[in-house]
């Protein structure tokens, strides 16, 4: 059965260890184990706490970020069952409250946020992939190739709107207490020193 791969891209309005953006790394623990404990979350990209390498590839940011001129990228990877559940997720919980902040932390962006598009169940899409699709949504509009959540296709190509009480069910059914923080603390330092590394290296 076909699963929706879903990316999500935002470029920080200052650099790692600013008081500026520091609340969205406060947050990246709650909001990943809400993730990976969401109903419909299938799996996503995430870096080796040694190695600090992604799991499903080199990391490749779309275009729209400058290392010159912006503070930082975050760029994210992963898939789902159903457009439902990345909808309940997104929009709800601990990512939906970090959502509400999101112009506090990022740039307000002249590209899309997120792209979504549909893969095989045995195909783990790649950032260049996810860069290629996110950059086709921002240059073509949505389409079967790249979607937003406002303006989805099937896996069959057909448009598709979201069933909002399948999603709202999918809130309800919610259970913090499956998070698994401890995992993703660790997983957090490692991109914390990722983030310091580059900073140093930079300065």
């Known amino acids: 059965m076909p699963l929706i791969a879903f990316s999500t891209f935002a470029i920080l309005r200052a650099?790692?260890?600013?008081?500026?953006?520091?609340?969205?790394?406060?947050?990246?623990?709650?909001?990943?184990?809400?993730?990976?404990?969401?109903?419909g979350f299938v799996d996503r990209s995430a870096r080796d706490p040694v190695t600090l390498k992604h799991s499903w590839g080199d990391y490749v940011p779309a275009r729209f970020f400058d290392p010159a001129r912006h503070g930082g990228v975050v760029f994210t990877l992963s898939r789902w069952r159903t457009l439902e559940a990345i909808h309940a997720y997104a929009y709800a919980g601990v990512h939906g409250e970090a959502l509400r902040h999101r112009l506090e932390w990022f740039e307000k962006p002249q590209w899309p946020s997120y792209v979504a598009w549909w893969v095989a169940d045995d195909h783990r899409p790649d950032w260049i992939?996810?860069?290629?699709?996110?950059?086709?949504?921002?240059?073509?509009?949505?389409?079967?190739?790249?979607?937003?959540?406002?303006?989805?296709?099937?896996?069959?190509?057909?448009?598709?709107?979201?069933?909002?009480?399948?999603?709202?069910?999918?809130?309800?059914?919610?259970?913090?207490?499956?998070?698994?923080?401890?995992?993703?603390?660790?997983e957090l330092e490692a991109i914390t020193r990722v983030m310091q590394a580059r900073r140093d290296a930079g300065s």
């Open 15 to 39: 650099p790692f260890g600013d008081a500026q953006v520091q609340g969205f790394f406060d947050r990246l623990p709650a909001a990943f184990g809400a993730a990976d404990a969401a109903e």
């Open 129 to 186: 992939e996810a860069k290629e699709r996110l950059e086709h949504l921002h240059d073509h509009g949505a389409s079967a190739r790249a979607f937003d959540l406002r303006s989805a296709f099937g896996p069959d190509g057909a448009p598709l709107s979201i069933d909002r009480e399948a999603a709202r069910a999918i809130v309800e059914r919610a259970d913090p207490s499956r998070h698994d923080q401890a995992a993703r603390t660790r």
